[in-house]
């Protein structure tokens, strides 16, 4: 998978969801990701726990 490619699916030009599931697995092998669902759930915000 080429670096354009993967630029791709990190800034949503192409849906992930539409990613082969061989290419999900390299993906993850390449980002040592154990479970392939982990590349589909959206980041959480991070909360501030900062009290000002």
Known sequence: MSQG?????????IPIENMTLGMALKLC????????RKLL?????????SES
């Open 29 to 36: 092998d390449a980002l040592k990701v154990s479970n392939p």
């Open 5 to 13: 490619r993967v630029g791709d699916y990190e800034s949503c030009r």
């Open 41 to 49: 759930e959206a980041e959480k915000p991070k909360e501030n726990t």
